[in-house]
C-alpha cells in the first residue's frame, strides 16, 4: 500500500479509536462516588468556614448571597448575555479566513508538471451597509443590562426568602421552649389530679383528662422538633450548606426598616424604581430593535472583500492573484416571508408592551396587598398577645376556684390548654409582622443588598 493511502486510513481509525476508548472508560458508578465525595468535601469546607459562630440575620444573607443556587446561576446568566453582546459586536469586524493545502499526484504526470505542490488563500471582508447588526448589537446590549437588572433583583428575592426561613426557625425555637414549658405543668397537672382521682377526691375521667393533656403536649413537641429540623434543612438549604450542618442562630435581626408613606406614595415609589418594570422597558426596547431588524430585511446589503491565494503549481498562469471590490445583495422577492415577518414582530412588540401593562398593574396590587399584609400582622400579633393575657387570666382564676372547689376540675384543665393554644399562637405571630414588612420591601423593590446597607451607614 503507498504511504499516501496509508497515512489516509491510519488518521481516522486513531481518532475513532480514541473515541471508542473515552466512551468505554466512562464509569457512572466511579464517577458519582467521585462527585459525591469531592462535593461533600467542599460542603465541609463551607460549613467549617462559615458555622464558627451563632449567626445573625446579615450573616445568613451575607452567605446566602455568595453560596444559594439561584445567585449564582444569575451571574452566570449575566455572563453569557456579555458574551452574548461582545458576539454582537464582532458583526462590525472584519472577516479574515486563511486555507492551506498540499497536493501529491501519485501517478506519473508530465515533466512540466509539479507533482508536488502547496497552495494558500485569504480572504477579508468587511461589511459596509448593514443596517441589521446595529439593531441586533443594541439589543444585545439591552439584553446584557436587562441581566444585570435580573440578577439583582434574584437577589433581592434571595434576601426575603432568607430572612423568612430565619424568622421561621427563631419562631420554632420560641415555639419549642413554649411547649416545653406547656409540657411539664402538664406533668405535675397530671400527677396532681391523677392522684386526687386515685382518693377518691376527682372523677377518674378527669385523671385521665389531665394525662391525655400531658400526652397531647408531648406529641406537639415532638413535632415542633422534628418542624425544627425540617425549617433548619430549608435555611441551610438557602445558605448553600448541608441540611445536617450544625446551625445555632444568635437572634439578632436587626431594626425593621418600614417603609414611610401613605399607600399611594408607596405605589408610586415601586413604580419608579421596581426591578420588573425596569426588566419590562428593556424588553418593550429589545422589540422595538426587532422590528427595525425585520424591516432590515427589504434593504440591500454591501460590502467588501478582498481575496489573495498562491500556488507553487507550474501550470498557473500566475503564481499571486489577487481580488479585490464590493459585493452587494438585495432580496427581490422571498414569497413575502419578510413582510410576514415584519408583521410578526410589530405583533411580538405589541405584546411585550401588553405584559409590560400587566406589570405594571401586578406591582401596583402587590404592593396594594403588602402593605395590608403588615398592617394585618401588627393588629394580629397584638390581639394574640390580648388573647393570651385574657387566657392565662382566666386559667389563673379557674385554677384557684378548682383547688377551693368552687368549679369542676374539667373546666381549670380545659382552660389551661385554652391558654396552651393562645400561648402558641402568640409566639408564632411574634415575628409576622417582620416577615410582612420584608415582603413590603421586595413588593415594592426597596429590598437593600448587604453592601447597600454598609453604604447608607
Known sequence: MPPSRLFQWTIPGLLLLALAAGCARFDPVRARRDHTEAFTSNLAARVEAELTRPLSLDDCVRIALSNNYAVRKADLDRELYRIGKNVAFTAFLPNVAASAGYTIYEKEMPQ????????????????????????????????????????RYVRQTIVLQTSVRYFNVLVQLDTIAALETQ??????????????????????????????????????????????????????????????????????????????????????????????????DRQVVIQDHQVRQAFCDFLPTISLFSTGSWTGNDLAAHAENWVSGFQGAWTLFDGLANVARYRAAKVERQQTRLERENTFLSVMVGVVAAEAAVRDAAETARIRRRAYDVAAAKWADYDAKAREGLLPLSDALDARAAMDLAQVAMVRSRYQERIAIASLELAMGLTLLPQENSGRE
Request: charged share 25%.
Open 112 to 151: 512540466q508538471h509539479e507533482r508536488r505542490f502547496g497552495t494558500a488563500d485569504l480572504t477579508a471582508g468587511m461589511p459596509v451597509f448593514m443596517p441589521s447588526t446595529w439593531f441586533l448589537y443594541a439589543a444585545a446590549r439591552h439584553g446584557y443590562a436587562a441581566a444585570g437588572v435580573a440578577a
Open 183 to 280: 409540657l411539664d405543668a402538664a406533668r405535675q397537672t397530671a400527677d396532681r389530679v391523677g392522684g386526687l382521682a386515685d382518693e377518691g377526691l376527682a372523677a377518674r375521667w378527669e385523671g385521665d383528662q389531665a394525662r391525655m393533656a400531658a400526652d397531647l403536649r408531648e406529641s406537639e413537641l415532638n413535632q415542633a422538633r422534628r418542624q425544627l429540623a425540617v425549617l433548619r434543612g430549608e435555611l441551610l438549604h438557602d445558605l448553600g450548606l448541608p441540611p445536617d450542618a450544625p446551625l445555632e442562630l444568635s437572634g439578632d435581626t436587626g431594626e425593621p426598616r418600614l417603609p414611610q408613606g401613605d399607600l399611594e406614595d408607596l405605589v408610586l415609589q415601586a413604580l419608579e424604581v421596581h426591578p420588573e418594570l425596569a426588566l419590562a
